[in-house]
């Protein structure tokens, strides 16, 4: 296995399919998955398996019960929280290896005590107004392929 470079957070994610699809993205990048429960469906669901493919197998992933337990996981390291209510920009800031990328449940997003406590480290994806929201495992795409490009623009 490799040496995570990027850990991505998916706080209570409730779609089997895009879980799968986000983490045949943190295969793609080399980055973590990290499942924050309660979950919406089931890790033995077919339909995480069938969109992860055959990359799931050389994913690194894991379960943690709740948010506690994956800060004790991940401490002394940079969080980042998405929300379409955020007012930064996420190319707006500098990505550096081994950032945590924390993103919300397909339906309510993240929990607003988490953007509140945490205020100066949420970030948006710009979007125009008429669309509501962009898929979960879009903005984990979009995300972790921008802390590539900044890091592979910084060795130039």
């Known amino acids: 296995m490799y040496d995570p470079i990027l850990h991505v957070v998916l706080h209570e994610p409730e779609i089997a399919y895009n879980t799968g699809s986000a983490g045949r993205t943190c295969v793609a990048v080399g980055a973590k998955l990290w499942l924050v429960r309660p979950?919406?469906?089931?890790?033995?669901?077919?339909?995480?398996?069938?969109?992860?493919?055959?990359?799931?197998?050389?994913?690194?992933?894991?379960?943690?019960?709740?948010?506690?337990?994956?800060?004790?996981?991940?401490?002394?390291?940079?969080?980042?929280?998405f929300s379409k209510t955020a007012t930064t920009c996420y190319t707006d800031i500098v990505l550096e290896p081994s950032d945590v990328l924390v993103f919300g449940g397909e339906s309510k997003g993240l929990p607003r005590s988490l953007l509140r406590d945490n205020s100066d480290r949420c970030l948006k994806i710009p979007i125009r107004p008429e669309a509501r929201s962009i898929n979960l495992s879009v903005s984990v795409a979009v995300v972790a392929f921008e802390a590539r490009r900044q890091w592979a623009a910084r060795q130039d």
Do not use: I, M, P, T
């Not at 089931?42 to 992933?61: F, I, K, N, P, T």
């Not at 943690?64 to 940079?78: I, K, Y």
């Open 39 to 81: 979950l919406g469906f089931q890790l033995s669901d077919r339909r995480l398996r069938r969109a992860g493919l055959d990359y799931w197998q050389h994913l690194q992933w894991e379960v943690v019960d709740d948010w506690n337990a994956l800060v004790e996981r991940l401490a002394d390291r940079r969080f980042w929280f």
